[in-house]
């Protein structure tokens, strides 16, 4: 009898696991025909925004933002397809003016809002962070991944943070797996799912979590997901460089204290201050031309080919939190990013740059707006409310 149970509750176990199996491998040709299906739509808007600029006067309209191209540009993009110019170089300057430019582009990439997608098209996101001592800041990712409009945030953090990060909003799907014997094997199985990672935020500089994080971050890249790396993910990168090194999907926010431990780990040497656009590039350079955002009065862009700079109006706020509103919204616009560059929406712009600029943007503004509204005491929760008009303001009108 015994033995017909145990047989019995083996081929159960068996027949779930198949059925798990059968469904997420379903789950996936569906996203990928979906994922096309998007695709085709985006270009079709492409070409449709391109026959209404040849109908108008001439020259021909372009939308703005969008230069006819140099020469150099024109050969890496299909003739005919809008292409957006290389502004800065090593050691070039920014210029204010230049940001509507950028918005424009970032505008392209946003998915529209139509009645023909499903819950998840518009992006799925995973935080790896929260412990005991941090349970706002993958909260603070999560929601703003959200709120800038994807359409699902999972957040992968230890035990004891699960209960708490569930408690601040019944919105995000929280696994409490980060410490678990298993934990690797337990995200794993959602990354079939997700379209982009966040590392860092609150996940705290334990050796047990870092290895944790280090392990997805491999599995991540086996699976060509854009990955961002934030607050004590950086720790780990500057521990170990080759964790993220090279990876072209790879994105670092660090803030000035986290750009300098990077910078001096990877060139065995202080770094002098005094040309920021000289380091962020050589940064990048040395990490295998990974995107790199060094935040601050002016958050610098790179991807070691040039240096964009934003330097939309913020405020002078600096509570702490407004790096996970970042780096979480910027999970959002690297997932749109690649899916427009895929479908061919723009050409001679890094993916990850553009995703940068946006998420930059963004937070700025909503600490401004936010600003406006509570001065000396605006908080990151502040800056979240006002996400979705901030959003409005910069990409929607
Ligand atoms: N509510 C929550 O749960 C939040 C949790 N968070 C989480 O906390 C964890 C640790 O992150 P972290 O940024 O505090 O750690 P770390 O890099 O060691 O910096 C520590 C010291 O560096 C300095 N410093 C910082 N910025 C600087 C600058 N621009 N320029 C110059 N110096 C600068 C400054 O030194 P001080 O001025 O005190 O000398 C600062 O005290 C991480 O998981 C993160 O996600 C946060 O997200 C916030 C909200
Ligand atoms: N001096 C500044 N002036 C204007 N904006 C700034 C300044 N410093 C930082 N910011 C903006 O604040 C945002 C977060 O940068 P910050 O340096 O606070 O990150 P962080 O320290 O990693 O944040 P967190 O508290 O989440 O860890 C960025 O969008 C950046 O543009």
Redesign the pocket.
């Known amino acids: 009898m015994e033995k017909l149970m145990e047989q019995f509750l083996e081929q159960s176990a068996q027949a779930e696991e198949n059925f798990y199996r059968m469904e997420e491998q379903r789950l996936q040709a569906e996203d990928r025909r979906r994922e096309a299906e998007h695709a085709r739509e985006l270009h079709m808007l492409q070409m449709l925004g391109q026959m209404f600029s040849g109908l108008s006067a001439a020259p021909p309209a372009r939308a703005p933002g969008f230069r006819s191209g140099s020469p150099s540009a024109h050969s890496a993009a299909e003739p005919g397809l809008p292409v957006f110019e290389r502004y800065y170089s090593l050691g070039s300057t920014s210029h204010r003016g230049m940001d509507g430019d950028f918005l424009s582009l970032i505008k392209t990439i946003i998915p529209p809002l139509t009645s023909k997608k499903h819950k998840g098209q518009d992006g799925r996101i995973g935080i790896i962070?929260g412990c005991q001592d941090?349970?706002?800041?993958p909260y603070f990712a999560a929601i703003s991944a959200l709120k800038a409009g994807a359409d699902l945030s999972h957040v992968f953090c230890t035990k004891d943070a699960a209960l708490v990060i569930k408690s601040y909003s019944p919105e995000l799907i929280v696994h409490p797996v980060l410490d678990s014997p298993n934990a690797v094997e337990e995200i794993e199985k959602w990354l079939p799912r997700l379209h982009s990672l966040v590392v860092?935020?609150?996940?705290?500089r334990d050796d047990l979590l870092l290895k944790t994080a280090k392990e997805v971050i491999e599995k991540s890249k086996a699976r060509d997901v854009p990955i961002v790396i934030d607050?004590?993910g950086l720790w780990l990168v500057s521990q170990q460089p080759s964790v993220i090194q090279g990876y072209q999907k790879g994105i670092l926010t660090p803030?000035?204290?986290?750009f300098t431990r990077l910078y001096e780990s990877l060139h065995h040497e202080p770094m002098d201050s005094t040309d920021h656009h000289r380091n962020v590039m050589q940064l990048s350079v040395a990490m295998g031309n990974l995107t790199v955002v060094l935040k601050?009065e002016q958050d610098l862009i790179t991807d070691g080919s040039k240096v964009i700079s934003c330097s939309i109006a913020g405020s002078g706020r600096r509570c702490?939190?407004q790096?996970?509103l970042l780096s979480g919204s910027l999970g959002a616009f690297a997932h749109w990013a690649h899916a427009a560059s895929v479908a061919g929406v723009f050409r001679s712009m890094n993916p990850s740059m553009v995703a940068a600029f946006g998420a930059c943007s963004l937070t700025r503004q909503c600490n401004s707006q936010a600003f406006q509204r509570h001065g000396r005491s605006t908080t990151t929760s502040d800056m979240i409310q006002e996400i979705g008009s901030a959003f409005k303001k910069l990409f929607e009108s």
């Open positions: 962070g941090y349970t706002g800041a860092g935020p609150g996940l705290g607050a004590d803030n000035f204290m986290e601050g702490g939190g790096g996970d």
